[in-house]
């Protein structure tokens, strides 16, 4: 072969080279615009998830404070929705109609607030767990006033109020629980028969009787006022970790068990415990029940609402919308509206079971994500 011809078959090998550069040049941009447009849409979907729940069954309202770290939650005779902020010190009114947020700082500073409650009267009821006082709250004077329990350093967890309007609470560490007596300011503290129980959650039920947890001895206890006598029950399961409570219309008295993943159910009179197992497995936080006899809870490691109908023995869980959110406690107001606080992204939520329950509903306009089985429980409305 001639000189001439083997630089022609080399140039012709280099241009071939050189147009499989381009190509791969080519290919290569088209696959990065490829992963662009991929992530853009991810973008897109992403951040736009609040504004889709905001739309839907589900709605999340921003507390003002940052990182307030929003815990108990509850609901006044006005549809007012009152909760604690934790970190701030303070504790907040949303007003729903306005989607406006009021904040009151608490008088002791550095407090830590850590259960609320409103009366018949409209007075608002909240712990001082690190101050050791029982807080009250007039929303039309916007004054208030602190209450000293007298065992000091006793750490009151949770309160509750009695068929009177007086304050029913625990003393996490110093074995007690105690009462505050609305009319003369006094407060009386009784002394759990077995020590080192760390009283928490605690309910009262229409017969005056005070339900509480009994968080290290792993018991059911309850106390009948008018003898000073306690009675405690061992929980079914060992070392449950359960911590809130609740009393239902019937006077069933309902508590988790963190540890098992389970809702529990106690019937005071034939003094007998049913299990219901959460079908996703997750831990159940705050607990409470809505008029129709339906008992609700939080899911804060899954970020979940579950709703439970003891009767059918049937969940449902609700997904909320954003990510981290951490649902902690849990209300329902008298238009069964669901609300929930949420310390992971410090905000405040409603669920709308009416319109979750509508018929025709749009999937992909609900933040709640059901599948085909739960959608058939779900949509089967209760009597």
């Known amino acids: 072969m001639s000189k001439m011809s083997k630089r022609s078959e080399v140039r012709s090998q280099i241009l071939d080279f050189g147009f499989w550069i381009l190509d ?100 608002v009821w909240f712990t001082e767990q690190d101050g050791n006082q029982i807080g009250r709250f007039d929303p039309r004077t916007k004054g208030f006033k602190e209450y000293e329990i007298p065992t000091h350093n006793s750490q009151p967890t949770r309160l509750t109020l009695d068929r009177g309007g007086n304050v029913w609470f625990t003393e996490f560490a110093e074995n007690k629980i105690g009462r505050l007596d609305v009319k003369k300011g006094d407060i009386a503290e009784y002394t759990i028969p077995t020590p080192l129980s760390q009283p928490i ?124 959110g951490q649902p902690f406690d849990i209300a329902v107001d008298s238009d069964s509206n669901v609300w929930f606080s949420e310390t992971g992204t410090n905000n405040i939520g409603r669920l709308d079971i009416d319109y979750a329950t509508a018929k025709g509903y749009d999937d992909p306009d609900l933040s709640v994500k059901l599948d085909a089985s739960q959608k058939k429980i779900f949509e089967k409305r209760n009597p």
Not at 91 to 117: C, G, L, N
Not at 254 to 283: A, C, H, M, Y
Not at 290 to 305: T, V
Request: net charge positive; aromatic share 12%; glycine share 6%.
């Open 24 to 123: 791969l040049k080519s290919q290569i941009s088209n696959l990065k615009s490829q992963i662009f447009l991929l992530l853009f849409t991810a973008y897109c979907l992403l951040f736009t998830m609040p504004a889709i729940a905001a739309e839907s069954a589900i709605k999340l309202y921003p507390t003002p404070s940052e990182r307030s770290l929003p815990i108990a939650i509850s609901v006044d005779a006005k549809g007012q929705i009152w909760f604690v902020e934790l970190n701030v010190n303070k504790i907040a009114m949303f007003q729903p109609k306005t989607s406006a947020f009021v904040e009151y700082d608490i008088p002791t500073t550095r407090s830590i607030p850590t259960d609320i409650v409103v009366d018949a009267n409209g007075i």
């Open 201 to 324: 959650g605690i309910a009262a039920d229409a017969k005056g009787r005070i339900w509480f947890i009994e968080a290290q001895a792993n018991k059911l206890a309850v106390f009948y006022p008018a003898t000073k006598k306690f009675k405690e029950y061992p929980m079914p399961g060992s070392f449950s970790l359960s911590n809130e409570i609740a009393v239902d219309k019937t006077g069933g008295v309902w508590f988790s068990e963190r540890k098992d993943r389970r809702l529990v159910r106690f019937n005071p009179p034939t003094e007998e415990f049913k299990r219901f197992d959460i079908p996703s497995r997750g831990v159940p936080e705050g607990i409470t029940h809505d008029k129709k006899g339906n008992i609700w809870y939080c899911d804060k490691k899954g970020g979940k609402l579950g709703r439970l109908n003891p009767s059918q023995g049937a969940f449902v869980e609700f997904d909320i919308a954003l990510s981290n």
